[in-house]
């Protein structure tokens, strides 16, 4: 039993930064943890992942500019991002995966980059 809480979306200028965290409860058998995006009308995406061994996963699209961090004691994710576009705007999903082959899913938080 996983539940995912995601926080720290909000309003930014282009070329700003924000900060996302995100809880995990009820198991700490947690492998993969991760963020995915979804734009209105678009597909969802992968922003970044990051295992429990601390091995990280990009897209070319946000390499340099977000960084993921865990804390496996905590049992929280986190994304860094930095230099944000307007073509970032969406909404950032929570993602973890344990050991028994289970996927978890948070709400979403909007992340609106705009002048």
């Known amino acids: 039993q996983v539940q995912l809480v995601e926080s720290g979306g909000g309003l930014v200028q282009p070329g700003g930064s924000l900060r996302l965290s995100c809880a995990s409860s009820?198991?700490?058998?947690?492998?993969?943890m991760g963020w995915y995006r979804q734009a209105p009308g678009k597909e969802r995406e992968l922003v970044a992942l990051?295992?429990?061994?601390?091995?990280?996963n990009y897209p070319d699209s946000v390499k340099g500019r977000f960084t993921i961090s865990r804390d496996n004691a905590k049992n929280t994710v986190s994304l860094q991002m930095n230099s944000l576009k307007p073509e970032d705007t969406a909404v950032y999903y929570c993602?973890?995966?344990?050991?028994?082959?289970?996927?978890?899913w948070g709400q979403g938080t909007q992340v609106t980059v705009s002048s």
């Open positions: 993602y973890a995966a344990n050991y028994w082959g289970q996927n978890y």
């Open positions: 990051i295992t429990r061994d601390r091995t990280t």
């Open positions: 009820g198991s700490i058998f947690i492998n993969a």
